[in-house]
């Protein structure tokens, strides 16, 4: 049999395909099953009341979050998240807003640079920079401060809002702008009544997605956070490696609340932003189009 005859065989390319999605969705699978596996066992530990080598624990109970409650303080914990949360929010949105409306608006020398400069905190891992990162706030006397914390999450968070609202400004028409420039708008009158409300969907996806990453931001956070700035993640790490003897059940519950916190703002987000919508780009008409 030739070469030519095993290319042009349907019944061949048909069994290769079979075979090729058959092991894809079998290695999705096996991860898949995994995760649920993992996450199940931390959800039921949070609510069971003994668990020894059976499948199932032999009691449930909800005590356990009470406990984490007042053993990790997280009422404590939980507002100093959100008070991290919505400052880095805030001033991501005032800066990276902006910032990717000049990139996507005007053309100078260096502007690939320059958007590979952006992304260079979000491609590389946080630890590589968050160390001289650290360094470099305690040496002014910020590290181990809630201010640290949030000056930390910033470095990567203002280029990700950049990168997100670069394309949502693309897809705006720059004719509306020279419109209501045309009737006598100046630059922060075209800013706030034209742009804002036609951006509005992108900044509140923008926000609510650095939202989600800064609760999940460990590395940055654990560097630079002290007594009583740590966020629910940091806590949780501290609650599983800290000194001492405490039920597992606790330390799962705070888990869980963790992982309920973080998926919670993740669905509002997925609701409000188009995957497909962040990486597109704006195609250039024809002439006489």
Request: include cysteine; charge should be positive.
């Amino acid at each position: 049999m030739t070469q030519d005859t095993l290319k042009g065989n349907p019944a061949l390319d048909r069994t290769l395909g079979l075979l090729w999605s058959s092991v894809v969705w079998g290695f999705m699978g096996f991860f898949l099953l995994n995760m649920v596996g993992i996450i199940g066992s931390v959800a039921v530990n949070s609510v069971a009341t003994r668990w020894l080598r059976s499948w199932l624990p032999d009691g449930y109970t909800f005590r356990w979050y009470s406990s984490a409650w007042a053993e990790f303080q997280l009422g404590e914990v939980l507002t100093v998240t959100m008070q991290v949360v919505l400052a880095v929010v805030l001033i991501s949105a005032l800066i990276g807003v902006p910032a990717a409306y000049a990139l996507a608006r005007r053309e100078f020398p260096g502007k690939r640079a320059v958007m590979l400069l952006f992304l260079l905190p979000l491609l590389v891992p946080p630890i590589t920079y968050g160390i001289p990162l650290a360094t470099t706030l305690y040496q002014f006397h910020l590290g181990g401060t809630l201010t640290g914390v949030i000056l930390a999450n910033l470095v990567p968070t203002v280029p990700f809002v950049i990168l997100t609202m670069t394309p949502f400004i693309e897809q705006i028409d720059p004719r509306l702008e020279a419109a209501a420039r045309v009737f006598g708008a100046g630059t922060f009158s075209v800013f706030r009544h034209v742009l804002v409300p036609l951006l509005a969907p992108g900044i509140l996806a923008a926000c609510l997605l650095v939202l989600v990453r800064t609760i999940a931001m460990f590395e940055l956070t654990f560097l630079t956070a002290g007594g009583d700035s740590q966020t629910l993640v940091v806590a949780l790490y501290y609650s599983v490696f800290a000194a001492g003897v405490r039920a597992g059940q606790s330390v799962d519950a705070m888990a869980v609340l963790y992982m309920l916190t973080t998926l919670f703002w993740l669905v509002i987000a997925l609701r409000f932003v188009d995957p497909t919508q962040i990486v597109a780009r704006v195609k250039k008409q024809p002439k006489g189009a």
